[in-house]
């Protein structure tokens, strides 16, 4: 009876070790890599079907037009728009949006304001640059997603991101009065915008004099005489202002962001508004127009394990993530 108490116990032991052995050795699920689809790249940077671009590209800083192979331009991008020591999937996902914002500035536009360029490092036109800020976190991200495009019906998406959606993301026509239809992709959607963002992006106060506010609204030919009231007028599905009334005057939020200062006025989601004495004070959430991707939000997402494709799944509705050139 021994023997046999034995011979069970030595069995289950052997099994033990077997199933703790598989299950070591047992690969994690991997997500596919985006498929090769053959994408329209335009033929003024074109150098083949499948084959990297080159772009010409206005630096703003110097007045020079230099001639970069795409990836290599992109580091910068990523460089000059994303903290270069964060999570490399954070880096990854705003690498993708890059590159498909520059395809589809040069599809839509067919090239920069600035002759002899595709391009431009001029943040009111393109996107911002930062070539000194390129490290080995950056490079990697860039080369893990190399060639990778965001598409929606075989057609490059409008990249929209910005620094903290507020805890929502909006839709176009409510963060960036977009006139044209709301692309099918965009969703107002939870954003889990990181807790280690600054705290006056997350949650921020701002007083203008009324003589700053009446020049701004002069300058969008709204004139008034005085401010003596100011509130939130209509709002977006994500509970952004679309509007703002001042003295029952209306006008549209995100216009009036941009004149008086969009970085002082950091969004469009308010949560007060109040004109007292001479001055206009706000208080609101987030930072950026709130369309598209949540950097804070992508750094949270990377934090918590999700690969940058599924980062960019995550705020856009409906798109696949494709390789437009290896």
Known sequence: MKRRRMVGLVILIVLLILVTSCARDRVPEQRPAPEMVRLKIPESISRGQGKEPVLKVYVKETGDIKELPFEEYLQGVVAGEMKNDWPEEALAAQAILARTFVMEFVSKKGGSKYEGAHVSTDIE?????????????????????????????????????????????????????????????????????????????SNWTVSFSNQEVMQVLGDMDKE????????????????????????????????FRIAIDSTKMKSTLIDSMEAEGSKLTIKGRGYGHGVGMSQWGAYALAKDGKKAEEIVEYYFEGIEIVKAWE
Do not use: C
């Not at 008034?224 to 005057?249: C, H, N, Q, W, Y």
């Open 224 to 255: 008034v005489k005085e401010i003596r009231t100011a509130k939130v007028g209509k709002k977006g599905p994500s509970g952004r202002a679309i509007t703002l009334k001042f003295d029952g005057m209306e006008v549209s939020a995100p216009e």
């Open 125 to 201: 036109e393109a996107q911002a640059w930062n070539q000194q800020a390129v490290n080995d976190r950056v490079k990697k991200a860039v080369e893990r997603t190399r060639g990778e495009v965001a598409i929606h019906n075989n057609n490059y998406i409008k990249a929209w991101f910005h620094a903290h959606a507020g805890g929502m993301t909006a839709s176009a026509k409510e963060g960036l009065a977009f006139e044209e239809d709301e692309p099918p992709y965009i969703k107002v959607t939870k954003s889990p915008d990181s807790p280690e963002a600054p705290e006056d992006d």
